[in-house]
């Protein structure tokens, strides 16, 4: 059965940080980039950042870019993203994107 299960979300002051997990399973994982969408309320589900198989290649939405880190564990099957000086605007629900979706973790950023 293929699955990604994110962790890692929650509520957290402006400035702080977060680092998100992704776990895979069912499926060849160092075959398939990865990659961290978001979606907020009331909006489109956006890109966020993304990782080549041999993580020889990331990729950052301009918002987020100089802030978060993607990154991944071929022999674990993970992928992670460390979010750093959040903002109120980072507040959305994460979502780790393979050959399928996660089920997505709260990211909630307010004082």
């Known amino acids: 059965q293929v699955q990604l299960v994110e962790s890692g979300g929650g509520l957290v002051q402006p400035g702080g940080s977060l680092r998100l997990s992704c776990a895979a399973s069912?499926?060849?994982?160092?075959?398939?980039?990865m990659s961290w969408y978001r979606q907020a309320s009331g909006k489109e589900r956006e890109l966020v950042a993304s990782?080549?198989?041999?993580?020889?290649?990331?990729n950052y939405a301009d918002s987020v870019r100089g802030r978060f880190t993607i990154s991944r564990d071929n022999a674990k099957k993970m992928v992670y993203l460390q979010m750093n000086s959040l903002k109120p605007e980072d507040t959305a629900v994460y979502y780790c994107?393979?050959?399928?979706w996660g089920q997505g973790t709260q990211v909630t950023v307010s004082s």
């Open positions: 994107k393979g050959p399928i």
């Open positions: 990782i080549t198989v041999t993580s020889g290649r990331t």
């Open positions: 069912g499926f060849t994982f160092s075959a398939y980039t």
